[in-house]
């Protein structure tokens, strides 16, 4: 292999493997931010159904309904409220089974625990009103948040390669340029014979 291929490779691994750590670290952060923002968002669906069925002097699980309607809606949304006796107040998909007690206890003691079901991410956390607790559970797939993720993935991907190749032709051209001094003393030493010294 010719020296010049050889520091043309040699300067893209090293532009490469910075361009694909600076990725790796855009990436984390973007989907850290994307989780964290999810949760809260979570948090506020729970605190807000909550905050519903105990303010409301009869539960009615009718009225959360029309609630549910005119709120923004998470896909595959479920919400589940459980009072201190373990008892289900409130569940969005009636069929599914109930939450082990063993759980809930967990969350009474831990206080929030983030968890995910399947592609759902879910967030139980305790709520306190005057005179009851509750066990709130909610669960929802972040579809627009992961697809944001996605097509971050694929432009950042698309990105380090258009540049490792780029900068492959580029190095090519550079080392071709530094090394052209040094091909005109070996050409010329080359036309050194035992007639011309």
Known sequence: MKIRTRLAIRFTVIVASLLLLFAFVIYYISSSYRQKDFYERLNEKANDYTKLLTEVDELNPGLVKIFDKNTAYLPKERILVYDRQNKELFNTFEDKAPVNNLFLEQVRK????????????????????????????????????????????????????????????????????????????????????????
């Open 110 to 197: 831990e206080k929030e625990i983030r968890y995910t079901e399947g592609k759902n991410e879910a967030l139980a956390l305790l709520y306190h009103t005057k005179n009851e607790s509750f066990v709130v559970i909610v669960s929802a797939y972040d579809k627009d948040g992961l697809n944001k993720l996605n097509n971050l993935q694929l432009i950042l991907l698309t990105g380090l390669l258009l540049c490792s190749l780029v900068t492959m032709l580029a190095g090519w051209l550079y080392a071709g340029q530094a090394l052209h001094p040094i091909s005109d003393v070996v050409n010329q030493v080359e036309k050194i014979s035992v007639s011309n010294l």
